[in-house]
Every structure is written in C-alpha cells, then in structure tokens.
Nanobody, 125 residues
Framework: QVQLVESGGGLVQAGGSLRLSCAAS????????LGWFRQAPGKERDIVAA????????YYADDVKGRFTISRDNAKNTVYLQMNSLKPEDTAVYYC??????????????????WGQGTQVTVSS
C-alpha cells in the first residue's frame, strides 16, 4: 500500500500563488510516477500535471502551461505543484496520484494506482 498526503491548499486571490505538496509513504517500489489532478464541482477529474521518476519528463494541461510547475524530490518522497497567476477557474479539489514501479509520466487517471485525499484550492476574483 502507498499513502499520499497532500497539503498547501487554501484560499487565494486571483493572480496569487500557492504551492501544493504531496508526501508519499509505504510500498512505492524502486520507482514511481506522480501526477496532480483536479476536480471542480460537477466536473470530471482532469489531469493538471505529471512527472516521471527522474523528473526529466513532465506534462502539463494546456490551461496551466506557463503558470504551474511540477517538481519532485525523491529523497523526500515528495512531489510539488507550484501554481502562479491563479485564476478563479483553477478552483477545485486537487489530488495527488502515484503509479508504482513506473519511470514514465502518465496523464490518464486510470493509469494511477493510488490517490491522496485531496486538498481544496479556491481562487477568488
């Protein structure tokens, strides 16, 4: 089993910044992929960003490119999502996801094995 614990969500004004963190623990295996998804009320859970084991491959959804940055620290088993220039449409619950024994980056929710409990991000206009 793998446990993922997100932190860093909150309320911010439009144009502001937040940094989300997700700490992984348990049986992650020798390598694991990580991703951030988000789900707004009444909408599906969508990919925000993904990162490979080495950090050398990243993926961003079109609507966050240039504003969000995903990174990871394997020594700390932690993935980060730096969110800048936040917009009201970024309001959602943000989820961290992990795919064990994997070195690539993955963008589909069904490709991930484990999920965090989610953290709320609210951007006011």
């Amino acid at each position: 089993q793998v446990q993922l614990v997100e932190s860093g969500g909150g309320l911010v004004q439009a144009g502001g910044s937040l940094r989300l963190s997700c700490a992984a623990s348990g049986r992650t295996g020798s390598s694991y992929a990580l991703g951030w998804f988000r789900q707004a009320p009444g909408k599906e859970r969508d990919i925000v960003a993904a990162i490979s084991w080495s950090g050398g491959t990243t993926y961003y959804a079109d609507d966050v490119k240039g504003r969000f940055t995903i990174s990871r620290d394997n020594a700390k088993n932690t993935v980060y999502l730096q969110m800048n220039s936040l917009k009201p449409e970024d309001t959602a619950v943000y989820y961290c996801a992990a795919r064990t024994y994997s070195r690539s980056a993955y963008v589909r929710s069904y490709e991930y094995d484990y999920w965090g409990q989610g953290t709320q991000v609210t951007v006011s206009s």
